[in-house]
């Protein structure tokens, strides 16, 4: 996984960055926010930023990176597809002008490319390493293939200015998610609530 | 290689171009090889092949294009879903000797590339043929997902060597195939061999 665990009150500082800069965005560009401008609006130093991110890009970056694998290892225990890819979208949402700006950013191609690689580590290492599903070339294959969905089907909603609700995408996304893996990820949680019902 | 037996027009000259480059690759890399090297093996004058291709790229992109999109008619008529899977990896994977051997365009620069909407193009005629009451937007969500992934896996497949028979790629795509979207095209491919019989 490329997030590293972190401490509550490390988490509450970025996300107190991550809520000013989306602020910051609703009036102004990703180029004209300046570094002092966003430690000014969140209450940090200039120091403290610059422990927690590398540059402003990064704010960005992180922000989703955290949420999507925070959402891949709870799938499968609290959460199922359904859950987890609402979970993201709202995110998303929450953080629109964030992540317009990263997505312009980075190129749209470039910026798919990696957002699939970094969704398809996540699945894997949530599946396979954190609950022990054993890989197979099936699995595998799937895993690839929903990731690759999820990523463009979802960057084409959003930058086509979510033309449908939410829980219709939802619907949608859903009903690609191949059989063999979703069964699987329903395994699990009814596995989990199982145990769960035992203490 | 085996070509295709459905072809676009034009095809004729195109094959000279990549029997052409095959050759070429048989003594040296992608990157060495020029592009006057290429026309001037097949045969054919630098205008016909600028007519037929953009650059050295597009002879690649065109082959991954006209191999992996020479079964789409076919699949849902006289085609099962796998049946056409199989016959686009099988293609695909006589031309294995170019793409493997072309180090010169990473994964990255393929995808965008590749083209997708012909795909949607074709499978929802194929659908608003033999069941129009079926497509729904649902439906155009899952044939626009699957034709936007579907190319790229499979240049994620050769860019990874085509390690894999043309057989297990097609099982594999046949398992993320959406449900609903499967059953239709199956369904449609079986009256299509009715038809044909």
């Known amino acids: ?199 | 290689m085996k070509y295709p037996s459905v072809v676009r027009k034009g095809f004729a000259t195109r094959r000279k171009v990549y029997e052409s480059l095959e050759r070429l690759l048989d003594e040296r890399a992608f990157a060495d090889i020029v592009v006057c090297e290429i026309w001037q093996g097949a045969g054919i004058s630098r205008a016909t092949f600028y007519r037929h291709f953009d650059g050295k790229d597009d002879v690649v992109r065109k082959l991954f294009r006209e191999f992996s999109e020479s079964t789409l008619e076919e699949s849902g008529r006289s085609l099962t879903w796998y049946q056409g899977n199989l016959q686009m990896t099988q293609y695909l994977y006589e031309a294995k000797n170019i793409f493997t051997r072309v180090v010169g365009i990473p994964e990255e620069g393929l995808v965008p590339l590749v083209g997708w909407e012909s795909r949607v193009e074709s499978l929802v005629r194929t659908i608003e043929e033999g069941c129009p009451k079926e497509l729904d937007d649902e439906l155009r969500f899952e044939i626009t997902t699957l034709s936007r992934v579907e190319p790229m896996l499979m240049t994620k497949w050769i860019s990874e060597g085509m390690v894999k028979t043309p057989e297990q790629m097609a099982q594999l795509l046949e398992g993320v195939c959406p449900p609903r979207l499967h059953s239709i095209m199956q369904r449609l491919a079986s009256n299509g061999r009715a038809i044909f019989q």
């Open chain 1, 1 to 199: 996984m490329n997030v590293k665990p972190i401490e509550r009150s490390e988490y509450e500082t970025r996300m107190r960055i991550v809520d000013s800069f989306e602020e910051l965005l609703e009036h102004s560009t990703f180029g004209h926010v300046s570094v002092d401008e966003l430690c000014k609006k969140s209450g940090v130093s200039k120091s403290v930023f610059y422990r927690l991110f590398e540059g402003k890009r990064s704010v960005a970056t992180w922000t989703f990176d955290f949420f999507a694998m925070e959402y891949s290892k709870a799938l499968g225990v609290s959460m199922d597809w359904r859950d987890s890819h609402r979970h993201v979208l709202q995110v998303m949402i929450k953080y629109h002008a964030l992540f317009s700006s990263a997505m312009n950013e980075k190129g749209i191609d470039s910026f798919y490319q990696l957002e699939i690689r970094k969704l398809t580590a996540n699945l894997e290492a949530a599946l396979f390493d954190y609950h022990g599903v054993s890989r197979s070339d099936e699995l595998v294959f799937q895993i690839s293939f929903i990731s690759h969905a999820t990523v463009l089907m979802v960057c084409d909603w959003f930058v086509a200015g979510m033309p449908y609700d939410m829980e219709t995408l939802l619907d949608y996304l859903e009903a690609v998610v191949p059989q063999k893996l979703y069964n699987t990820v329903n395994r699990l949680m009814s596995a989990n609530k199982q145990n769960r019902s035992y203490v």
